[in-house]
Each structure stands twice: as structure tokens, then as C-alpha cells.
């Protein structure tokens, strides 16, 4: 499940917006299947203004005044707790894609914490996958085969991918 405070506050940290520019942010930034609907933003932004983690200041529009929302000290470090929570291995691909966007905000230290667990588990995953094609490879048909190749392929980038965030400074 993607943790809506994630992205909402990470979205007003990179871009201070109204409600719709921030949905509009949200849709061509984050995912383009994300869809967050006004039922969830706006109380969102509520909860979240009133918790002093942003700071919604009127501004004059075109017919109609609009609530820029800014992030707020104490919002900036939530976003970063956020991030630096440590992520279970069976974490959502999308979630933790978003969570990786602000690696750049927290430590080293803090982002190898995150990463060893779900890097550790692709790893296990990547050995069951490999002693099931070494066992079962030749019972079956070509099509499986090529998915279950796909699939050990797919883990291999991940695994890839992970190695590259936990180098970087």
C-alpha cells in the first residue's frame, strides 16, 4: 500500500503547489497510473497542516484564490523519517520507488539500513528461482521456460539496481 504522506509531502518538498497542481505533480512526476482523488488530498493536506508538517498560504488567482501548500521544518523531517524507515522485503515495487526518489536527502548509512533488507531478500530469491530451473528446467515447455528466465532476469536488474543505490554517495 503507498503511504499518501510519502508522496504527498515529498511532492510539496520538491515543488511547493496548490491541490490540483499538486494531483497534476503527483500523475506526471510519480506514476502516471497513481491516481490520488480530492477524498484523500484534501483531508490529507488538512491533517497534515494542522500537524505543522506543511503551510497552505492563499494566493491570488484567476477568479478564485488558491491554498499553496509549503513544507514546513518539522514536515521536511517526517519526510525524511518516512524515508529512513527501514522497508519490509516484500515491499510494493512502486512504494519503494517513490521512497528511493529522497534517498538523496538522508545518510549513507541511513539508506543502506533501508535497502540491505529488501537487497538480501532478492538475493534469496534470485537462489530459489535458480534451484528451480535447475530443477524442474528441462520438464518444462518452452514458453515456461521463457518466463521463468524472464522472471530470473527481472531479479537480476533488481538486485543490479539496489547494488547501485547502496554505492552511490
Known amino acids: 500500500m503507498v503511504n499518501n504522506d510519502l508522496i504527498i509531502l515529498g511532492m510539496i518538498f520538491l515543488v511547493p503547489s496548490h491541490g490540483y497542481q499538486l494531483k497534476k505533480n503527483i500523475r506526471e512526476t510519480v506514476n502516471p497510473y497513481f491516481k490520488i482523488n480530492n477524498n484523500v488530498l484534501y483531508p490529507a493536506l488538512a491533517k497534515m497542516e494542522k500537524k505543522g508538517l506543511i503551510e497552505g498560504k492563499e494566493m491570488p488567482g484567476k477568479g478564485i484564490n488558491k491554498k499553496v501548500y509549503h513544507i514546513t521544518q518539522k514536515g521536511r523531517k517526517h519526510l525524511l523519517e518516512i524515508v529512513a524507515q527501514p ?67 527481472e531479479i537480476k536488474n533488481s538486485i543490479e539496481f539496489l547494488e547501485k543505490l547502496m554505492e552511490l554517495n
Open 87 to 153: 522497508i519490509e522485503p516484500d515491499i510494493d515495487n512502486f512504494e519503494f520507488m517513490v521512497k528511493a526518489v529522497f534517498f538523496d536527502y538522508i545518510s549513507k548509512e541511513k539508506r543502506l539500513d533501508v535497502i540491505k533488507p529488501l537487497y538480501e531478500s532478492k538475493k534469496q530469491e534470485l537462489q530459489d528461482t535458480l534451484e528451480k530451473k535447475q530443477k524442474y528446467g528441462e520438464n518444462l515447455s518452452p514458453i515456461a521456460l521463457t518466463v521463468l528466465e524472464q522472471g530470473i532476469n
